[in-house]
C-alpha cells in the first residue's frame, strides 16, 4: 500500500512538472508577442523610398500608431507595408486596399484576409466575383457555405450548386433541393 502511495506522488509531482513546463512556454509565447506590439506602440517605425512612379513611393512602411493623435498609420505607395496599408501590393496587420491585399480586414482585385472584398477573395469570410472561404459571396463561391450562381460547398446555394446539400436549379448533392 505505501508503494503504491508513493508511486502517486511520482506520477502527481510529473504532472506538476509537465504542466509547469507547459505554461512557462505559453508565457513565453504571450511576452514574445506583447513585447512586439510594444515596440510598435513604443517606436513607431516609418520608411519611404526615394524613388516615385507615378506620384507614389515604390515602398513605403509605416508601422505603430501615430504618437500625436493616437491614429493608425498609413503606408500609401507601389509597395505598401503597414498598420493600415493602400497600394498595388498592400501588406496591412489591420486593413488593406489594393490591386493585391494581404491583411485581415482588405479590399482589392485579389485580396487574402479573414473579411475581405474582391474581385477574386480568398477569404474566411469573403465577397468577390471567385470567392473561396469558409463562408463565400460571389459569382463563382467555393467553400463550407456557399452562395453564388456556381457555388460548390457543404451547404451551397446558387443555380448550379454542387454539395453536400445543394440548393439551386442545378444541383449535384446528397440532399438536394431544385427550384
Known sequence: MENRE???DFNNKNLLEKQFVKFSII????GFFHNISNSF???PYTYTSKSNFLGLPLL???LGPDTKEGEIRCAKGIIAIGMKATGV???GFFIARGIFSLAPLSIGIASVSIAGFGLIS???FGFGLLSVGIISFGFISVGIFAL???SV????IGYNSIGIIAIGHITKAIFSIKN
Open 153 to 156: 460547398g457543404i451547404l451551397a
Open 148 to 150: 453564388g450562381y456556381l
Open 89 to 91: 501590393i498592400a501588406i
Open 60 to 62: 513605403s512602411i509605416n
Open 6 to 8: 508513493n508511486f502517486n
Open 122 to 124: 480568398v477569404s474566411v
Open 27 to 30: 508565457k513565453r509565447f504571450l
Open 41 to 43: 506602440i513604443k517606436s
